[in-house]
């Protein structure tokens, strides 16, 4: 069995996507996998309205059905958090109980990455406020926000710390050892 892998992140709003997605396709085929990409089902997207917002929508969830493991990209996307969609996408998984993995330039505190990386404030001795007056909390060892990253472990799965070639070394290890199974 070849293993199907679901692609989520915002590479899909690079200009050069459809270059980008071809790599992630090798990439995923020289470690033994399929690549399920959202671009296989927005390469004709006609009008930019709802009905293809839609198309693309349900022809991702599809991909997400269909697909053994959902790996995402978690760094930042215009800000500290991770692509809106692709949380959707992993959280649409875990549910379905897909096991996901997910990779991060950078594994560490989140809230020290947000208050390195973003505008905030002291609150207190302990505690940034952001510059929309939220407090800069939850810091409980994630990289990410807890529920994505607490639902790749419950799912699994993990983050990994480097790029998309380097999260599928490490799928590829945790199925070749046994870690995670399908």
Do not use: W
Request: glycine letters at 10%; one cysteine or more.
């Amino acid at each position: 069995m070849t293993p199907k892998l679901y692609l989520a992140g915002p590479e899909v709003f690079l200009p050069d996507a459809v270059a980008h997605a071809a790599v992630q396709r090798a990439l995923c085929e020289r470690y033994g996998f399929a690549a399920l990409h959202p671009l296989d089902n927005s390469l004709d997207l006609g009008a930019e309205d709802m009905e293809t917002a839609m198309r693309i929508f349900r022809g991702d969830i599809q991909q997400i059905r269909d697909c053994d493991v959902v790996v995402a990209n978690c760094n930042g996307f215009r800000g500290v958090c991770m692509d809106d969609g692709t949380a959707y996408e992993l959280g649409f998984g875990n549910a379905l109980g897909k096991p996901s993995y997910g990779y991060i330039a950078e594994l560490g505190s989140q809230v020290l990455r947000t208050i390195r990386d973003y505008p905030t404030r002291p609150h207190d001795e302990k505690v940034h406020i952001d510059k929309e007056g939220y407090l800069v909390t939850d810091d409980f060892g994630t990289s990410i926000n807890l529920m994505m990253q607490c639902g790749m472990i419950d799912g699994g799965g993990r983050l990994i710390e480097g790029d998309f070639e380097a999260c599928l070394k490490a799928l590829r290890a945790d199925l070749d050892e046994g870690r995670l199974k399908l």
